[in-house]
């Protein structure tokens, strides 16, 4: 047995490994992990989807560009989110770690540590991608929020609801910021 047909065998295991240890990343990560509806848990179906693609891309060798609607999946969300770039890239790194896990643990495919490297340099330049991903899509945010405080539209989306606002003003309730 070769690297990739272990990798194709061992594929459903290192998958579960993998997204499980990056939902634990979430604070939810109980509910992510258990709800598979796709419009009550966006975030576990993107992640779920866009790693199993990836997975599959790597195994495949395909190149850089064909990774990038599967990193996007992944890293777009965790980009909006309060992750650093490190944590918010860390999920694909992950995956050298899980798939030594998953081959040392069989004696069949132990063997097959030693044949890792080109396997662990394509996860390299994924990971790469994914935080030139992060950044552009970071740099985006902070963009569109420049344009709100220049537009001044930032005060409707900002602020307090009117109605809380009257209420309190009726009140004499000092506002809450």
Known sequence: MNLIEALKNKRDQILATWIDRTLDSYVSSGFFKRSKDRFANPVGANIREGLSALYDLLLSKAPRED???SLDQVIRIRAVQEFTPAQAVAPI???KWVVRQIL????NTRHLLSELDSFDCDIDRAALAAFDMYTACREQLYENRIRELKSGSYILTDSACPSALARRKAQ???PVH
Do not use: G, I, Q, R
């Open 93 to 95: 790194l992950e995956l």
């Open 67 to 69: 990774y990038m609607p």
């Open 104 to 107: 040392s643990a069989d004696k």
């Open 172 to 174: 004499d309730e000092p």
